[in-house]
């Protein structure tokens, strides 16, 4: 169910959503992406909002909001408790699921990620699914400035091993997935 007893401050699924999209908005707001333009981190959350909702057609304000929401712990200084308290438990679930643990070095957060995703709920794969889509997206249109072609390789070759971990789950997201995977950069 949608709202539980700790979503006392949202009153509909649309506000939940918009809820979402303005706490990671601010959260963010500091942030840019690495590609040479700099856009605004909060376009990335967009993205996979987008991706699931608009590109899927996946009709659940729940998983949207935990998409909208999915770096804020990671990324900012935002807690799990805190999403608990705007947003509820089952959220805040969603979040965690999502969120590496940081005190780890980053080869080995990234291995993690490859082990453990099969074991996630199917509402943490489906924001797998959309987040490497999307940055498999943005690398090959607009790649960080200082990432040459092997780390832009690399970064498409781990994804492909996360979603594998995924497979089953969602097929149009899956395609949606394997069509970006096709933009693999080339020597
Ligand atoms: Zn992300």
Known sequence: ML??????SVSS?????????????ERHRDQRRKNVDATPYINHPLALASVLSIEAQIDDPALIAAALLHDTVEDTQTTIDEIEDHFGSKIAGIVAEVTDDKSLEKEERKRKQVETVSKKSTAAKLIKLAD????????????PADWPLERRQAYFD????VIDGCRG???????????????????
């Open 3 to 8: 709202l539980n007893e700790n979503e006392k």
């Open 13 to 25: 699924p649309v506000a939940l959503v918009v809820q979402a999209a303005l706490f990671a908005a």
């Open 132 to 143: 490497k889509t999307s940055n498999l997206r943005d690398i090959a249109s607009s790649p």
């Open 158 to 161: 781990w994804a492909v091993e």
């Open 169 to 187: 789950t969602h097929p149009m997201l899956e395609e949606l997935f394997d069509a970006a995977f096709q933009a693999r950069p080339q020597s």
